[in-house]
């Protein structure tokens, strides 16, 4: 009878355990939340309370033109709420309409601006506000912004120009890989390193400069560095789980995945400019792109140029680094806001880097270095191969 009673109390026991751990893991968070409301009941004084005019911080997120008006997407970004109380274009005051009177912490709202602009012409826009705080924004080529439901096939074709076709015709290298000595498939691995390494640099930077847009509140440069250390750990795990496959289709998918990142935030920037009328499309546009993206659909196909690939394989990794441009293309046309567009772009700096990383072990020389003169001369190539090509766009 003793033995039987023991067994439900040692369940009773774990229980207790199990609700003492419970408790013990909630007790801080109920005194923090306990504290904070007992600060915002009683009005400490230092909490509330600030000394001077109001902090007022707008950011001008995006500019749309249409026949005798300009609307203006603004956002707060200061603690304050602010109240727009007059518009100065070209030092004249227009006649506006705003959604919101008063727009709060981090609120967003459209003032719609009554003016008769000449396509063409720069225009220096202020935002008075009711405090008396001025706020410039600067128009450097009036264009009309096109609808952007009216032409989601046109920036289909546009990420097909510049994604998909110069990809496919990068990938058309694999038949000559397959015939060049082993020496040379190292040297191209290094090639490999090096254009995806540029393509980081390049994400890097353009991702920094689109967060300075952005709302700091929201992350700023902060949102590229994280956006960078997402996709890492993630491209981490899908690299853990295709472990099994074969290493050079393993390998060639990685790259693909970190290119087609890294094209996501290129088509972006693309559909952006369009729909405010600052991409010119024109040939010598399609062919520069081109050029730049075909190197792409090298380093896609390099790593698995010593194993059997079908076609059916190939045109899915083509479309997994090529797509993504179309999707950009189409978010940036329906205006993404910067710090979208700087996380998307840390996301393919953190997929490159771990690419990178991937393709290390395939430059390694017989005595295991990885940095040797021949990888070296690869990386430097790459790198400035990229550089080169994407003078032409």
Partial sequence: MARGDSAPGQARGRAGGRLGTWVFGLLPLCVVALAVATFSVLDVPGLTGRAGPPAEELAVERTVLGPGSIELIIRN??????????????????????????????????????????????????????????ISHEIPVAVTTPDPAGFLGLMALLGMYVGIIPIAIGMLWLPWLRRIPPRWIQLLMALTIGLLTWLAIDAGVEGLEIANEAAGALGGAG????????????????????????????????????????????????????????????????????????????????????????????LVLGLVAGAPAILGAWLGAAAVQPAIGALLLGFGVGAIAQVILQLVPAIRDQVGRALHPLSICGVLAGMALMWATGLLS
């Avoid at 009177?101 to 506000?129: D, F, H, N, S």
């Avoid at 960078?228 to 790259?255: C, I, K």
């Avoid at 010598?284 to 698995?304: C, D, K, R, S, Y």
């Fill in 77 to 134: 970004l200061g603690p304050d709420p602010v109240a727009i109380a007059q518009v100065v274009v070209n030092d004249a005051f227009s006649d506006f309409r705003a959604e919101e009177t008063e727009i709060g912490r981090l609120r967003a709202t459209t003032v719609r601006v009554t003016y008769p602009w000449v396509e063409g012409e720069a225009y220096e826009i202020g935002l008075l506000t009711s405090s008396g705080g001025l």
């Fill in 223 to 314: 949102l590229v560095l994280f956006g960078a250390v997402a996709a890492y750990l993630l491209l981490a795990g899908v690299g853990t789980w295709l472990a099994a496959r074969p290493g050079g289709h393993r390998l060639a998918l990685l790259v693909a995945v970190g290119i087609g990142l890294h094209n996501l935030g290129e088509g972006l920037a693309i559909g952006s400019a369009y729909a405010v009328g600052a991409l010119a499309l024109g040939a010598t546009l399609v062919i520069g792109f081109a050029v730049h993206n075909t190197t792409e659909g090298l380093a896609i196909v390099a790593p698995a140029a010593d194993h059997r690939v079908a076609p059916g394989t190939l």
